[in-house]
Nanobody, 116 residues
Framework: QVQLVESGGGLVQPGGSLRLSCAAS????????MSWYRQAPGKERELVAR????????IYADSVKGRFTISRDNAKNTVYLQMNSLRPEDTRVYYC?????????WGKGTLVTVSS
């Protein structure tokens, strides 16, 4: 079955960096677009970044453009989110997700807290 496991979250000071990872299994990773979403308490999940199956195309939310970079390693079945110049408003739970055959799969999320 499809499994997505995020890691790399934690506490970081404003202006700092973190790299999130999402290890995927149970499907042909290299054939699917992967995305990162994030969610604050009481708010809807919002798209952060998306990457095509080959990694050749990416899109970003306006709020993270120029600060975050999504990438993938199809040999390792892993997608990454490099987050630089972090701000307090980036504090969210970050989720890895993919849509396989019309069904969306989510990981359990990893908490990123940006605070001094």
């Amino acid at each position: 079955q499809v499994q997505l496991v995020e890691s790399g979250g934690g506490l970081v000071q404003p202006g700092g960096s973190l790299r999130l990872s999402c290890a995927a299994s149970g499907f042909t990773f290299s054939s699917y677009t992967m995305s990162w979403y994030r969610q604050a308490p009481g708010k809807e999940r919002e798209l952060v970044a998306r990457i095509s199956d080959t990694g050749g195309r990416t899109i970003y939310a306006d709020s993270v453009k120029g600060r975050f970079t999504i990438s993938r390693d199809n040999a390792k079945n892993t997608v990454y989110l490099q987050m630089n110049s972090l701000r307090p408003e980036d504090t969210r739970v970050y989720y890895c997700t993919t849509d396989k055959n019309g069904m969306r799969y989510w990981g359990k999320g990893t908490l990123v807290t940006v605070s001094s």
